[in-house]
Nanobody
Framework: QVQLVESGGGLVQAGGSLRLSCAAS????????MGWFRQAPGKEREFVAA????????VYDYSVKGRFTISRDNAKNTVYLQMNSLKPEDTAVYYC?????????????????WGQGTQVTVSS
């Protein structure tokens, strides 16, 4: 079992930055691929970014590539999402998730554990 707790969300103006953190506890964090997803009101949960267990490989959705950066610190059992140049369309609840897989995965159905989410609101 893995428990995930997100933090760092909030209200920011367009063009601003936020850094989300996801603290993991439970089973060996370093053996899990980690991902960030988001869900806006009335929309499906969508993939944002993912990172391999070793941190050596990352994948981003085209809508955030070049603006967001996912990273992890296995010594601290934490994964981060640095979000720069935020846009109003980035407004959503952001979730981190863990997948017991050696490769990066982007489908929500392939993730085993989820956090409770943190709200990010970007004003225009």
């Amino acid at each position: 079992q893995v428990q995930l707790v997100e933090s760092g969300g909030g209200l920011v103006q367009a063009g601003g930055s936020l850094r989300l953190s996801c603290a993991a506890s439970g089973r060996t964090f370093s053996s899990y691929a980690m991902g960030w997803f988001r869900q806006a009101p009335g929309k499906e949960r969508e993939f944002v970014a993912a990172i391999r267990w070793s941190g050596g490989s990352t994948v981003y959705d085209y809508s955030v590539k070049g603006r967001f950066t996912i990273s992890r610190d296995n010594a601290k059992n934490t994964v981060y999402l640095q979000m720069n140049s935020l846009k109003p369309e980035d407004t959503a609840v952001y979730y981190c998730a863990a997948a017991s897989r050696a490769i990066i995965v982007v489908a929500t159905t392939l993730y085993d554990y989820w956090g409770q989410g943190t709200q990010v609101t970007v004003s225009s």
